[in-house]
Antibody, heavy 119, light 108 residues
């Protein structure tokens, strides 16, 4: 069974750094891309970017380029989303998602990681 | 950048009624459009991929149609568990996928 398990909720202060994780299991981690999606409180879904764990090729949506870093460690089947300096506006739920078995849309999703940034 | 618009923003219906949701793209996305359902406190769930293909385990009451710039998600007869927010997403501008703003289907 394909599973994406994300790290737990985080509470941080503005200016702090953070790295959240998404561990894949039940499939060949290097064979499928993983993407990250932001959902701000009460708002819709925003595509942040994508990584191919096999070669770490990474692409970002223009709105998130330079704001976050997506990475992966294929030895432990884990993808990451990180910030070097958090802002209050980074407060959101973050989901990781994997390509579906058919087609190229995100078909498998993690449970989400809630990030709260507050002074 | 491809922009998706969804209408209506809110759809108020009763169980058993038919729901018709629309998604329009600012330029052609061919058939590279998906639909998702999201319930409060849950991750999105893929319903339809590539405009008209139901994802694994999705009931037959959900169907998708369209190509180019105009797409429709139809729920033939609403079940109580179908009241949720629905998003469309394009993958034509791969790998920069974009989502529409969502349509909330609530109980009338």
């Amino acid at each position: 069974e394909v599973q994406l398990v994300q790290s737990g909720a985080e509470v941080k202060k503005p200016g702090e750094s953070l790295k959240i994780s998404c561990k894949g299991s039940g499939y060949s981690f290097t064979s499928y891309w993983i993407g990250w999606v932001r959902q701000m409180p009460g708002k819709g879904l925003e595509w942040m970017g994508i990584i191919y764990p096999g070669d770490s090729d990474t692409r970002y949506s223009p709105s998130f380029q330079g704001q976050v870093t997506i990475s992966a460690d294929k030895s432990i089947s884990t993808a990451y989303l990180q910030w070097s300096s958090l802002k209050a506006s980074d407060t959101a739920m973050y989901y990781c998602a994997r390509k579906n078995d058919y087609g190229d849309s995100p078909g498998y999703w993690g449970q989400g990681t809630l990030v709260t940034v507050s002074s | 950048e491809i922009v998706l618009t969804q209408s209506p923003a809110t759809l108020s219906l009763s169980p058993g009624e038919r729901a018709t949701l629309s998604c329009r793209a600012s330029q052609s996305v061919s058939s590279y459009l998906a639909w998702y359902q999201q319930k409060p406190g849950q991750a999105p769930r893929l319903l339809i991929y590539d405009a008209s293909n139901r994802a694994t385990g999705i009931p037959a009451r959900f169907s998708g149609s369209g190509s180019g710039t105009d797409f429709t998600l139809t729920i033939s007869s609403l079940e109580p568990e179908d009241f949720a927010v629905y998003y469309c997403q394009q993958r034509s501008n791969w790998p920069i996928f974009t989502f529409g703003p969502g349509t909330k289907v609530d109980i009338k």
